[in-house]
């Protein structure tokens, strides 16, 4: 027995050594580093393809193997339109993974809508670094009752009272924009204007929103700025937030416009506790506050409402940090979609010259011949064509293609699939709007199916445009009513050509899509504007 003790033993060291090393070093005989390396990295694939197979089993259509950890990752950087209308057309439900995350499809009319309206197994998300950029404590993450409160004291910013209101300041702004853009076409004719409609939603957005609070300069910035946000919650970011990244730009550029936002809600309180009438979104919901702080008070002193007076709509009194987050979804929400579908509406309608004819007779006649006529909510709601070509360009090219939501629980979606807790649901909007069985001819531009006898009115379930269920946009009405008095004021005050090119009607996907050349136009005045 001691001659197997090592000579290298120490009196008073109990480790039990053998012949040849230590115990580890006997069992690892022989085994390298890179073969411990390889024996994990082994595993780990397995491990991940294993995960993989198991969360797509059952009626769903996906790639036989995943490409180990990152999936479909590379393709993601650059996104392509084609690819994502392959995979709708693969099946009603598909899936892919890209790093941890499983994402199933749903790509069916049907389904989506099922989706949407299933509070109890989803709830709405975006990317990992969304809660750092709108911050954690926002409103749309709210989920439940807590969030069917929340909306409760925001519908009354969306009233057509409301609305009416914000047309002046609407109408003041878009002639700003057009005169801009006649002069950049005298300085360079066939301008990518992509941007610049990027720019003037922003500022009518702002101006809607925090009205005068805010300077013309600090709009500018937060124009011009604040498509960093946009590429900070593209999909493909990494989770978190690393200097001089996308996420980082985009980080700063949401530290600044909640700071503004902020400022701005103070503002308001101070107009409106001294008597001030307001002037934007912002004040009609300040002003809501501070009557039903006035309620309470009333009530606390044993006042009873008087025979016929209506208690008004329950809200608190919100923090200035509180409005500012919620300014900023409000912004979030409508900037990429607006920009969208207002290039897709210029560039649609210089190819289009007898739809743009028929917008600008009909503007005329609703003004009584005078062109120079303020537009007011009547006179839009008289404007049956142009609603038709607005809503028809949200069917034809609709600015929210997809929208990711994450599954609560085990959601049995449909027969034959249960989708796994924890992943991410993506119901599609497009092929709903896009649907041969519905819309006749979908892929033709034609406003006449929502006239009078058409058939795009009572597809009712097929309009998607906005969502359905307890997170339908709340600005639809807000949104279609600006797009009406942009294009209708347009088609009075200026002539535009569109510079065709062969990518002219290639989709490009930046959060929402757009015409992959940024849509070459050439603006000229036909009327003198005036302020």
């Known amino acids: 027995m001691a001659s197997q003790i090592s000579p290298s033993a120490v009196p008073g060291d109990s480790s039990p050594k053998v012949l040849g090393g230590t115990m580890v070093e006997q069992l690892l005989g022989g085994v390298s580093c890179w073969n411990i390396a390889v024996t994990l990295l082994v595993l780990c694939v397995t491990y991940d393809q294993a995960r993989y197979q198991w969360n797509k089993w059952g009626n ?44 199933v499809i749903a790509s069916t009319r049907d389904l989506a809508r099922k989706v949407l309206n299933s509070p109890m197994y989803v709830k709405p998300c975006v990317v990992d670094v969304a809660k750092k950029i709108l911050r954690p404590t926002n409103w749309v993450f709210l989920d439940g009752k807590a969030h069917v409160d929340y909306r409760k004291g925001l519908n009354g910013l969306f009233t057509r009272k409301a609305l009416s209101e914000y047309l002046p300041g609407q109408e003041d702004m878009h002639k700003r924009y057009f005169k ?6 005298k300085k360079t004719p066939n301008v990518q204007f992509m941007p610049e409609f990027r720019e003037i939603n922003c500022a009518i957005s702002c101006r809607t929103f925090v009205g005068n609070y805010s300077s013309d300069e600090k709009v500018k910035e937060i124009s011009n700025d604040y498509y960093k946000v946009t590429a900070a919650l593209d999909l493909v970011n990494f989770p978190i937030i690393i200097p001089y990244t996308r996420t980082w730009y ?33 004040d009609h919901w300040v002003k809501a506050m501070f009557e039903y702080k006035a ?34 979804t409000f912004l979030f929400a409508s900037q990429d979609a607006s920009s969208s579908a207002t290039t897709w ?19 005329l006649h609703v003004r009584g011949g005078d062109p120079y006529k303020p537009a007011d909510i009547d006179m839009l709601d008289q404007m049956v064509y142009t609603r038709a070509v607005v809503k028809e360009c949200l069917r034809y090219r609709p600015p929210v293609t997809m929208v990711p939501y994450e599954v609560k629980k085990n959601f049995p979606v449909a027969e034959g699939y249960v989708v796994p807790k924890g992943s991410m649901i993506v119901p599609t909007l497009y092929p709903a709007l896009h649907d041969p069985e519905v819309y006749i001819d979908p892929e033709t531009f034609n406003p006449d199916r929502w006239l009078e006898g ?35 004021l347009a088609s009075l005050m200026l002539e535009w050509e ?9 989709i490009k996907v930046f959060a929402t899509i757009f015409p992959m050349d940024d849509c070459y136009l050439t603006f000229k005045e036909r009327l003198p504007i005036l302020e």
């Open 60 to 103: 769903i259509v996906g790639p036989a193997f995943k490409l180990p950890f990152m999936g479909p990752f590379l393709e993601s950087i650059n996104p392509k339109f084609e690819e994502y209308a392959a995979k709708w057309a693969s099946g009603p439900l598909s899936c892919v993974s890209v790093f941890h995350k499983f994402v």
């Open 180 to 185: 801009r853009w006649i002069q950049i076409s």
């Open 250 to 282: 985009g980080k700063r550029c949401a530290d600044m416009v909640l700071d503004e936002f902020s400022k701005c809600a103070q503002k308001s309180k101070d107009h409106i506790a001294d008597g001030g009438v307001p002037h934007c979104l912002l």
């Open 295 to 328: 309620h309470e008070e009333r009530l606390a002193r044993g006042e009873i409402l008087a025979p016929g007076e209506k208690a008004p709509t329950s809200i608190r009194m919100f923090t200035n940090w509180e409005i500012a987050q919620t300014l900023f």
């Open 345 to 363: 509406l210029f560039q649609i309608m210089a190819d289009r010259p007898d739809c743009l004819e028929r917008v600008r007779e009909e503007a």
């Open 454 to 488: 058409g058939e795009a009115e009572a597809a009712v379930k097929n309009w998607l445009v906005f969502g359905t269920g307890p997170h339908y946009c709340l600005g639809q009405t807000y949104a279609i009513y600006n797009f009406m008095a942009m294009i209708s």
């Open 498 to 506: 569109h510079h065709v090119t062969p990518k002219s009607e290639e």
